[in-house]
């Protein structure tokens, strides 16, 4: 008869149990587990005749792939080979068993075997244990990396670095778009330190915040198939670092140390259908980047709160001494701030302090001014005298401030003519009355 | 002028020669503002609505020379609210100011003249100047002239106007300068020159009086704006300049 193994354990006796079995037949089950499962068997008794090597009365228990166990006797006699409570569990899904009796022609009654009890159920099938066991008699039934067993079933998987296939049994080497984003770690080739597998097109990259930068640093042993006269004609390792490349890389030298100044970093790893290199391995380090010290470009530029060291994102403010102004180019600038960049660099150069010009001084109507400071020129801390055209106009002043007081401008701070007085309003000339300068004399008396 | 000299380049530097409702005269004030008689605008017996030229001359003493010096275009006439151009006998407020369009540059031919500040100027036989581009006897003047006259005896000028059967208004607002024995007086075409006394304090130049009216020229007193009750008005329309 077929039988369906289930999880919970169901009975199989021999034909007529507990009574007295007869003699002279043959009975075969077959027990079938599902997908996944192999089927379990106990014997819970066990009443067989027994007989050398059980050549009589036998129950014969076989599953593919092992040796047929033939049993007879009776459970704890000494006779026979009866099974006691061994467990049978079936490498695969099925199992048969077959009990055969030996025709008789002795009173029927004088055979009092009961014959079995046996209990049979489903248990899980560990694939992966089987697969071990089996060796490489089933390489396409295998896994070839990894085997994961579960109840009714098992999955396969890969080392890091390779691809299950289709077959879901095989891998492949998968190097083409590993991402490093950790702030520091290892990166090394497939199987390191053992060989690389061939015809590889892996790509490493490291991608880190923006204002950190990445130091590369290689482990020995360091090993790429090298030729003596050509540059890395079969395997490489090149090395770019935000895009630009900074090595290529074979041999047996351990490249040196690199610092990148980029936060991201890729490496690209060729090999090609042969070699017996051990491949390489690097750890790689990340420093937040550091902008150069800001310099002035002249004594008249302060830098507020200059700090020791500047890193991505700081920045400084720099000023002028009084009567200075910023310059950018031609620019005049009313402020000027400067951010470290994530390369490194600043994000505008240094501005010049640019002493201020007031300019040519306004034209006094009727009135005229004269340098005090050196002539012709208008910059910071210059001085003219404004004065009038005398004798027909006068400048006017308010009590109690000479006319000299009044006419003294200086070129402030603030780029403009200011008289301490009067402010930036010019002095004015004001008509003198009264005073001809040719008046009518008498002379006749 | 009558009886009186010419006067050299210099000497009256604020005299301006104002040709309206013909000759007239004028003084500089500040550089750009000219001291005027109100009838030399609006002449008494000439109802009409005047539509005359104002053109105004500065820095010169001959007249053809002055003209060629350029017209110095107006931009505001203001003339005292108090003068009345239909009350021909009455030269009440016969005073206005000439706005200049631009101001004048100051030199030794012209130059401003002072305004009064006491009364003292006013004092009696006081000496003043009159100038202008007037009549001389019968003739036009083609020169500057001048002449040096008194501040009369206010009662006296009254006196000899009434002596005269003139009912002509002498107010407080106006000063008579002159002797009837002196062939020395200003006329026609002087109106609006200044009555100029020199200060001997302060060696300036005040305009006390401006040419307003008299009866016919050097017969008698020559009736003068009193200018000094006038200062606070011109003040105000010279905006405190």
Known sequence: ?445 | IIGGAKAKMGNFPWQAFTNIHGRGGGALLGDRWILTAAHTLYPKQHNEQSNASLDVFLGHTNVEEIMKLANHPIRRVSVHPDYRQDESNNFEGDIALLELENSVTLGPNLLPICLPDNETYYDLGLMGYVSGFGVMEEKIAHDLKYVRLPVANRQTCETWLRRKNRMDVFSQNMFCAGDPSLKQDACQGDSGGVFAVRDQNTDRWVATGIVSWGIGCSRGYGFYTKVINYVDWIKKEMEEE
């Open chain 1, 1 to 445: 008869s077929d039988l369906l193994a289930q999880q919970l354990p169901q009975q199989l006796t021999s034909p007529g149990y507990p009574e007295p079995y007869h003699k002279g037949q043959e009975n075969t089950a077959d027990i079938q587990a599902p997908e996944g499962f192999a089927v379990r068997l106990v014997f819970q008794d066990f009443d067989l005749e027994p007989s050398q090597d059980c050549a009589g009365d036998s129950v014969t228990i076989s599953a593919s792939g092992s040796d047929p166990s033939q049993f007879c006797g009776q459970q704890g006699s000494p006779l026979g080979r009866p099974p006691g409570q061994r467990e049978f569990v079936s490498s695969g899904r099925s199992l048969r068993l077959t009990f055969r009796t030996q025709p008789s022609m002795e009173n029927k009654t004088a055979h009092l075997h009961k014959g079995f009890l046996a209990l049979y159920q489903a248990v899980d099938l560990d694939e992966c244990a089987s697969q071990s066991e089996a060796g490489e008699e089933d390489p396409q039934h295998r896994c070839q990396h990894l085997c994961h067993n579960y109840i009714g079933g098992y999955f396969c998987s890969c080392h890091p670095g390779y691809e299950l296939q289709k077959d879901r049994h095989s891998c492949q080497a998968e190097c083409s778009s590993e991402l490093y984003t950790e702030a520091s770690g290892y990166l090394s080739s497939l199987g390191y330190p053992q060989p690389y597998p061939p015809d590889l097109r892996c790509n490493y990259s490291i991608r880190v915040e923006r204002g950190l930068t990445l130091h590369l640093k290689f482990l020995e042993p360091f090993e790429i198939d090298d030729h003596q006269q050509v540059h890395c004609p079969y395997d490489q390792l090149q090395i770019y670092a935000n895009g630009k490349n900074i090595g290529e890389f074979c041999g047996k030298q351990r490249p040196p140390d690199l610092d990148t100044s980029s936060n991201a970093v890729d490496l690209l790893f060729f090999t090609d259908e042969s070699g017996d290199s051990r491949g390489w391995k690097l750890h790689y380090t990340t420093e937040i980047i550091k902008c150069p010290q800001p310099k002035t470009l002249d004594e008249f530029t302060i830098i507020q709160n200059l700090q020791i060291q500047y890193q991505f994102r700081d920045y400084f403010i720099a000023t002028c001494k009084q009567g200075y102004q910023l310059i950018e180019g031609n620019q005049v600038l009313h402020s000027f701030t400067a951010v470290c960049q994530d390369d490194g660099t600043w994000h505008r150069p240094m501005p010049r302090c640019k002493i201020k010009d007031c300019g040519q001084p306004r034209n006094l109507p009727n009135g005229a001014f004269r340098y005090t400071t050196t002539m012709g020129v208008n910059t910071y801390k210059a001085r003219i005298q404004y004065y009038c055209k005398e004798p027909y106009y006068k400048m006017q002043t308010r009590a109690g401030s000479s006319e000299s007081e009044q006419g003294v401008y200086t070129c402030t701070a603030q780029g403009v003519w200011k008289n301490e007085q009067k402010g930036e309003k010019i002095p004015r000339c004001l008509p003198v009355c009264g005073k001809p300068v040719n008046p009518v004399e008498q002379t006749q008396r």
